[in-house]
């Protein structure tokens, strides 16, 4: 498994051709903008490594304690936080969740000082809208963030991948058979039913 450092050198090395790609794909440079931006801060704070007491993680300085409760409720490299596509969804989501919480909290102590009048149903009004107005640059900085986390896993997965061929060689990257020989040995260790092995006396 590479290192924090390794990690962010890959990102470094990848930013350059993931916002040259999508230069060339979309011809916007907002985009290209949003989908780099999303693609660096996906590979240094917004990556799968969120789950433990990692550099991602640090780097959060004094707001990092608000994913001490993400860190406890997965495990380590787990499909939840290591999987394609979930694992962006699942941190998008619980950022989101908090950052409406905070909103809520501050938009709420300012309606009863008074100083702010609006409605909730205008509110979500308003962020509906704006999620339909700008679906294009909401799907760009999305796809940011999957690749830098893509590339965290990707470079997890090799690097294992590697450690394995050296020791084991070509069969080192086959599916292990640990499972199919413990499923093998619960079928053969099932219990049977027990005959008396004494007979009437006639």
């Not at 704070?45 to 550099?55: N, R, T």
Request: overall charge positive.
């Amino acid at each position: 498994m590479p290192s924090g450092r390794t990690h962010d050198r890959i990102t470094m090395y990848a930013l350059p051709f993931v916002a040259g790609i999508t230069l060339w794909q979309t011809r916007s440079s907002n985009v290209t903008l949003l989908v780099a931006g999303g693609f660096l801060f996906g590979g240094l704070m917004f990556g799968p490594d969120l789950d433990i007491y990692s550099v991602q993680f640090q780097r959060w300085g004094f707001l990092r304690w608000i994913w001490l409760p993400y860190q406890k409720s997965l495990r380590h490299r787990s499909f939840l936080s290591h999987g394609p596509i979930i694992g962006t969804i699942l941190r998008i989501l619980y950022l989101g969740c908090l950052l409406a919480i905070l909103a809520i909290l501050i938009l709420a102590i300012a309606q009863k000082l008074g100083n702010l009048s609006f409605t909730w149903q205008d509110l979500g009004v308003t962020v509906g809208r704006s999620l339909v107005n700008y679906n294009t640059e909401c799907i760009a900085l999305f796809l940011g963030l999957e690749l830098g986390a893509m590339s965290h896993s990707l470079s997890d997965w090799s690097g294992s991948a590697y450690k394995r061929f050296q020791k084991q060689g070509v069969r080192g990257l086959l599916p292990s058979r640990k499972a199919k020989k413990r499923k093998v040995t619960i079928r053969g260790n099932r219990s049977r039913p027990k005959t008396s092995k004494s007979r009437t006396k006639q």
